[in-house]
């Protein structure tokens, strides 16, 4: 039942990597959680967003593997917002506070809409450089939950777990799979009503991207094509939104493909982070990268210059 909980990766990131928790706002009760690992020196980083059932720890082996190739990265939990646009106040100032200018954010289902959205807010004074968004979407209104938006912040916290798990994967499953839906019902348990309810709120109120926005930002898309909560509308939406953006997608994985099938999600992070390498905007140190690697990469930034020139 306790596969990931009892693995020696887990018990290793749970022993060698610590959780910060930093309060950004006047409000002292709004709590950033935060595990940061990898070079320090590294100032545009690569952010993780959990999604409405996740904390910080369900990216733990995204940490481990991205940290020990050279990459900094920060797993994050959010603390209890109502709004986006407050949401979106909040973790500018998050970013302020570690002195962070620009960032790539990989985003996990409601973890991708708030990406997004922080995208597109800050869009007159960027502060993302590039998007990962795993099962995500770009418009509420395809939970059909939009006029409970707002009595959310009622339900006792085991009707809002209820709703929650409503979403998972039922039927059978592979082993994997099984490990990490048993790990996210594990992570749902331990968050509070409160916290329940504000991501369900931000997940379900009234709004959608505005993609002109951050036209600007490099995208990748990825997705499973066996079940997930996502419709297949709302993955062609995500397609049209960004007809530019890179697409990873996974034969299998379910809901949480990071926690299930982290080797291929690992990879494809590192296939986007790579376009990065040798500028001011790379998420590893330099020493970390081969200098054939980097090499490659300012031909290609010179090749593509040369396009734009012509």
Known sequence: MEEIRVSPDYNWFRSTVPLKRIIVDDDDSKVWSLYDAGPKSIRCPIIFLPPVSGTAEVFFQQVLALSGWGYRVISLQYPVYWDLLEFCDGFRKLLDHLQLDKVHLFGASLGGFLAQKFAEVTHKSPRVHSLILCNSFSDTSIFNQTWTANSFWLMPAFMLKKIVLGNFAKGPVDPKMADAIDFMVDRL????QSELASRLTLNCQNSYVEPHKIKDVAVTIMD????SALSHEAKEEMYKLYPNARRAHLKTGGNFPYLCRSAEVNLYIQIHLRQFHGTRYAAISPEMVSAEE????????SNDSEKQVK
Request: glycine share 0%.
């Open 189 to 192: 348990e331990s968050l509070n």
């Open 224 to 227: 499973v094509f066996d079940q």
């Open 294 to 301: 980097l090499e490659v990469q300012k031909t290609n930034l």
